[in-house]
Structure formats: C-alpha cells, structure tokens
C-alpha cells in the first residue's frame, strides 16, 4: 500500500478526507476539485482506488454540475477496473447512481448525531465485522439512495434505510460521516449553516453532543478505513 496513488473527488472545500488520509499516509492523494474547475480524470490509469467525498451538490443535479457526469464515468471505470471505491455522503450517492439506483430528495434532512446500526451483513464484511452493533455518528444529507441490485446494504439509521452499502469485494458507500475531525465538523456547522437553520434545528444541538460521541466515532473511523486501505 506504501506509496500508491489514489484519486480522491472533493466537492466542498471543508468536506477534505479528515481521518481517510491518516489511514493512507504513505500513499500519494490525488485531490481534484472539480467544483472549483479542475477537470475530473476520464479514467484512473495507474491509481490503486478512488475515494469520493461529500458536498452540498446532488447526484440529479447534472445540468447545473456538469462534472458530476464525468464523476459518474470516472466511478464506472473504477468498477469496471474492480479498483477499490470508498464514497462518502454524495460520494456513496454517486456510487449508488453508477450502480443503477435512483436517487432523491429525503422528506427531511439527516443533520447532527444520529444512532447507526449495523445489518446482519456487517458481520461477515470485512470492514465492519469487528466494529459495534451500533453507533452515534455524524450526518449531513438531504438526499438518499435506493439499495443498488448488486450492494449489499450494511447499515441503516432511524430514518436512513441504507446508510452503508459493499458492491462487490472493493466499492463502499457511506452516507454518513466517518471520516469527521473536530475543525471539519465545525467548518460544516459554519459553511452550511443555511441548512441546519432551515431544519429547524438549534447549533447548540448539533455541537453540544460532539464532547460524547466523536472520540468514539474517531476510534471506529480510523478502524474502518486502515480496513480499506488494506485492499489497496
């Protein structure tokens, strides 16, 4: 794994890799932000796997995000390639879109700490199979995915129906945030305040429950994606 070379998707400027790039020190990350007009890569030649972040865009929303196109065929040659995938937020949405799934509107935001829990599946994956039946962990979406046919779906929450997802042996999806630090947490309570307002939700609700469960979440985190760096 020392010194491979990823091609990681970045959508908003505080929606970085947070504790995915402490797991892949070593490797060299290629980030391309297209949302700020750097052009996406047509396919991933010589790059072990491809990471695609969060960011406040949706997946339907080609036509006023043009890349997102070119995102989706950067995904589909990553999967044709059986090159490992790691989406996360949008990321897993855009993985869900390239596997055939639909996705859309939620009836309401996901914001803030919310209990994930794991499947049956979990058990047996190769990622989550040590990790807790189940855990608080940061969320920050307002569209969902249908189950692709192929996935296996991992996790779910209240009122996420499927907020992990495997295809295959290498491509994982995550709706939720794993991958948060305290600064990227913060940075996204501030750069998309617009949207927890909306929700009708308070900052000290969001923030408040932070002290209790982002340690824990760190500890997971960090166990998972040492766990797919494995694959590269």
């Known amino acids: ?10 959508h908003a400027a505080c929606e970085t890799p947070g504790l995915i790039a402490d797991a892949l020190q070593g490797c060299q990350l290629q980030t391309i932000r297209a949302y700020d007009g750097e052009p996406v890569p047509k396919e991933l030649g010589r790059a072990a796997g491809l990471i695609v972040m969060g960011g406040p865009q949706s997946v339907y929303e080609q036509e006023k995000f043009p890349y997102l196109l070119d995102e989706l065929r950067l995904i589909e040659n ?14 897993s949405q855009l993985l869900a879109a390239a596997l055939g799934a639909p996705v859309t509107k939620a009836r309401q935001k996901e914001i803030g700490w919310h209990k994930v ?8 994956d190769a990622l989550f199979s040590r990790l807790p039946h189940s855990f608080m962990a940061w969320h920050w979406h307002g569209d969902l995915f249908e189950l692709p046919r192929s996935a296996i779906s ?3 929450s209240a009122q996420t129906p499927h907020q992990i997802f495997r295809h295959g042996v290498y491509a994982y999806g995550l709706l939720c945030h794993l991958e948060i630090t305290r600064p990227q947490l ?4 501030k750069t998309f305040a617009d949207e927890w ?3 009708g939700l308070e900052l000290p609700a969001l923030l408040d429950p932070t002290e209790e469960f982002l340690a824990p979440l760190q500890e997971i985190g960090s166990q998972l994606f040492h766990r797919w760096a494995s694959l590269l």
């Not at 794994?1 to 970045?10: D, R």
């Not at 913060?186 to 309570?189: A, N």
Request: net charge positive.
């Open 1 to 10: 794994m020392s010194g491979a070379s990823l091609i990681v998707l970045q």
């Open 78 to 91: 990553a999967l044709r390639a059986s090159k490992p995938i790691l989406g996360i937020c949008l990321g």
């Open 117 to 124: 829990t794991l499947q049956f599946e979990a058990r047996h």
């Open 154 to 156: 991992l996790a779910s």
């Open 186 to 189: 913060l940075e996204m309570t």
């Open 197 to 199: 307002k909306a929700a």
